[in-house]
């Protein structure tokens, strides 16, 4: 059994534990709403690109595009979005699971530390890494974009998709890859854009104003505009998302861990006084058996 002493180390040990996981869990929950506040910002700016690429769809030939072109898929690229930090629980090891079941060649941009030491430590192909800060800014993503986008343009990999974790709630983020380039059609991104939006599909008054809508100097050099602009939100609004999931995770985790502390500690503090007690009774019949003896 161990000695009081052994049991005092242990419960300051677990004390200081607790005390640091309360505080980090604190932190996590105030980023948390932050991170959840900025990505509902997103909202209105999506809502209006919808409207305007809904606007654009029946004046332009969509096959024109080349973000619009069909390929065959031989190398895939990739934006792998992870946490600069651990202590998130599984919530980099389950999107790090779903690049482990990519069979087929593919080319790595990846936002975030844990992101890029798998992505080195199991010798995939890296093209770039970024920081995953907390006050990530649109011109930061902006040129993750646009680098997978020249990739694409010039050859070098057949599709842009992203690996991210979607945040659902508080307690809930799903590991998700969604395909940006090339795109299906401007109405499928109309979809993607008011579903980011929290909106329904659109009225028959919202097609009347989108038909009254007037583009200078033509339809096509807008959409040329507004394409890329879209890759870049998209690409903006799941790193503002996966943001959202690792502050929650964190916030989950460290409360998880805090819990666990308290019981340990509780558990602790029982056997403490066991063994103290029986200290106690063990000095009593020490004394009581000499007393006896003289």
Known sequence: MPSTRDIRRRIKSVKNTRQITKAMELVAASKMKKAQQAALAGR??????AQMLAALADRVEESLHPFLAKREVKTRGIILITSDKGLCGPLNSNVLKLVTDIKTP??????????????????????????????????DIKVVAEFMVK????????TVEVIWPRFRNTLVQVPTVMTLLPLTSVKDVITDLRS??????????????????LFEPNAHAVLDSLLPL??????????????????????VAMKTAKDNATKLLGDLTLEYNKARQAGITQEILEIAAAQFAA
């Open 151 to 158: 990739q694409f343009l010039e050859g070098h990999v057949d």
């Open 230 to 251: 879209y890759i870049n939100r998209e690409v903006f609004q799941h790193a503002l998302d996966a943001k959202a999931s690792e502050h929650s995770a964190r916030m």
């Open 44 to 49: 209105p700016y999506a809502e209006l690109m």
């Open 106 to 139: 593919a080319k790595y941009a990846v936002i975030g530390r844990k992101g890029a030491q798998f992505i080195a430590r199991t010798k995939r192909n890296l093209l770039a890494d970024f920081p995953a800060n907390d006050r990530t800014t649109f011109s």
């Open 196 to 213: 980011d939006a929290g909106l329904a599909a659109p009225s028959a008054g919202a097609s009347t104003l989108n038909n009254q809508m």
